[in-house]
């Protein structure tokens, strides 16, 4: 029993454990993801499409009959447009950190001058994003540039053709 215990313990110190510091990015901002969206970032996508007024934020599930996903997406993501129109991005700020391109600037916008809306699309939603400031699209452009990296295989750049969005089903 002793040696047993012996040799499962000098195995266990043996095999080299991955401490957060050490994880890539993309799995640092996994595990925060976790504790801010509550729905499965392997089940579903997300998809940052730039325009030239700011940009549209959209979750949509992998299957679009994962009822479940598609609800807890968009609960999600009405949320997040509220709190967003308010100037609050603690929940951007906690999964990707305050360092986060373009976040620093749309907490600083003015209320009103970044109109944010949230709207239900077949299998998820979107935040939609609009601003007449050049600064704040180039922030909001940084931000999703930002997500995307950080998303990694969970995220794609969407089309600017609206009618060509869902075609990654």
């Known amino acids: ?23 890539s990015r993309q799995e640092v901002v996994a595990a925060r993801g976790a504790d801010v969206m509550p729905f499965s970032l392997k089940a579903t996508t997300h998809v940052f499409t730039k325009t030239d007024q700011g940009g549209i934020q959209q979750v949509v599930a992998k299957d679009v009959k994962d009822a479940q996903q598609v609800r807890l997406t968009r609960e999600h993501l ?56 050049p600064a704040l699209v180039g922030a909001l452009h940084k931000w999703f540039d930002a997500q995307l990296s950080d998303h990694g295989a969970d995220a794609m750049e969407g089309h600017h053709d609206h009618a060509h969005m869902h075609e990654h089903h």
Request: glycine share 12%; hydrophobic share 35%.
């Open 1 to 23: 029993m002793k040696i047993t215990f012996c040799i499962g313990l000098a195995l266990a110190l043996s095999v080299p454990t991955l401490s957060m510091a050490e994880a």
């Open 78 to 133: 009405q949320d997040i447009a509220g709190q967003f129109a308010k100037g609050d991005f603690s929940g951007p700020s906690h999964i990707h950190g305050n360092e986060m391109p373009g976040l620093n600037d749309l907490k600083q916008a003015k209320p009103g001058e970044n109109s944010i809306q949230y709207t239900s699309i077949d299998g998820g939603g979107q935040v939609s994003y609009s601003t007449a400031n």
